[in-house]
């Protein structure tokens, strides 16, 4: 009898740290391959899972970002871990924006689904798979990067928010409208359980304030991120 419970404990624990693992912490302290294996497994279901606010993704990222790329209306956008191309699509939208993006990320299945909702944008949209810890670009490429959801699923947030920092353009004198980084963090119970993956506000504006940033924003978005807005100057 007591080995039966002791197989049932057994059995219940295994099944719990699978569940934290895979579940609840998507892969991310298991590798970078296995958390864009995950995400190719979701991928067609992904758009439905999330039931995105076209309103809300225009009033808040969407609009936003054109805003502040004004001056840069033909500006090229770097969207990091762009899933099934929210970025983009909320961008084309806006009548000031006439510019290019990039929609990075390492899952294919999920670059297959943005290529498709993005088909009336083909001629604006390119699609790279690389991971977000190196990107695949010179310092200061892009006006605006966007990185929207994921830090918290990359091997390391710190490096992936450096990187996201490193490839943009600085604001100056020619282009005052450069320089702008859109991410989030994530917040909520579930960050007990992401430990290493995300920061308390003040760490996270500490850190960022590390950095040639100014206009740091951090606030309340949706239910389980805050989103951070910042841009990059060529000297603080
Ligand atoms: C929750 S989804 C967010 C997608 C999109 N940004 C959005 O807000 O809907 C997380 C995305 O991060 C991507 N991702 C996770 N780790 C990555 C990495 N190391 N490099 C590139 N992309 C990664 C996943 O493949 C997935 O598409």
Known sequence: MGWIIVVLVLVLLIGLLLYWQLILAEGTYLGAPLVALLYDWTAERYNKIKEFDKKLEDLTLGKPLANRLYRRPEGMVLDIATGTG??????????????????????????????????????RITFIQADAMALPFANASFPAVACLEALEFFPDPQKGLAEMIRVLQPASATHPDSGWLLTTNRVGWETYLLPGKTWRREELAKILNNYPLRHIDIRPWEDIYNLVWAQKVEFI
Do not use: C, N
């Not at 006439?98 to 297959?112: C, N, P, Y």
């Open 86 to 123: 929210r970025v983009p699509l909320t961008l084309f939208d806006q009548p000031g924006y006439r510019g290019q993006v990039i929609g990075l990320d390492r899952a294919s299945k999920m670059l297959h689904v943005a290529q498709r909702e993005t088909a009336g944008y083909q001629d």
